[in-house]
């Protein structure tokens, strides 16, 4: 019975030896408790809400003369309204432009989404329900075009416009050059030109002394004219005139 007794108690020592007594557990690499990598978080992408305008003109095109502008309200003066189903853009920065984009269609209260081809000329007077193009400046301008445009986002705030994007290509007078542009627009943009330096540079030019002293001299002569007809009329002699000098 003892040597029964001893049997069992040496078959559960055996057992328990065999389990390894617990212990910490390990990943795949054998090392106890480590924690994994995280991978680094990227952060979202910030939308970049600026109005800008853009034009690539072909070689041959009569209105962008074959080269390429950019405007932004750091640089330039934009406005762009609409008005029913008409778009209105305009441009005051190192060149002058006007666009008007007129969708037409039966939707004349406010602009859609949607790309227009096969558009004429806008001319003033044209009816909502006709699609217009217009893109001048720079004192050139088109007698007719073809082309076409795309409003590709537009939102309002009540009756307000509040963003739009467009693209668009103009055929001036039957050419086949063209001239290719995109207006983006936001009214939230509150981007503002820099403010003037003060006090001005030095390095500004400045026109040359004995320029200066042509032109002061020039003004003087044309003073002394304008006195001696004056006193001519009124019958006094031209020798009796006090002499007029200039200083500097």
Known sequence: ?????????????????????????????????STPTQPPVTPPTVETRQTKITLQSDAGDTIGLGQSYSYNLSDSNITVTSDH???????????????????GGAEQTQLSLGMVTN????????????????????????STSTGWFSIDNVKYNGSQLSEVKV??????????????????YYADDSTKPPAPVMPAPTTLWQPHQMLRTVLATTLILRVKMVIMSAWAKRGVMISEAPALSYQG
Request: negative net charge; hydrophobic residues 35%.
């Open 119 to 142: 558009v004429p000329k806008f001319s003033d007077g044209m009816d909502w329900s006709s699609s217009g193009l217009a893109w001048s400046g720079e004192g050139r301008w088109c």
């Open 167 to 184: 693209r668009f290509e103009r055929h001036c007078n039957g050419a086949s050059p063209s001239l290719h542009g995109e207006i983006t």
């Open 85 to 103: 189903n008409r778009l209105v853009v305009q441009v005051e920065g190192d060149e002058s432009w006007i666009g008007i984009f007129q969708v």
């Open 1 to 33: 019975m003892i040597n029964l007794r001893c049997l069992l108690i040496i078959a559960l020592l055996v057992f328990l030896s065999g389990c390894g007594g617990g212990g910490g557990s390990t990943d795949s690499t054998g090392t106890a408790g």
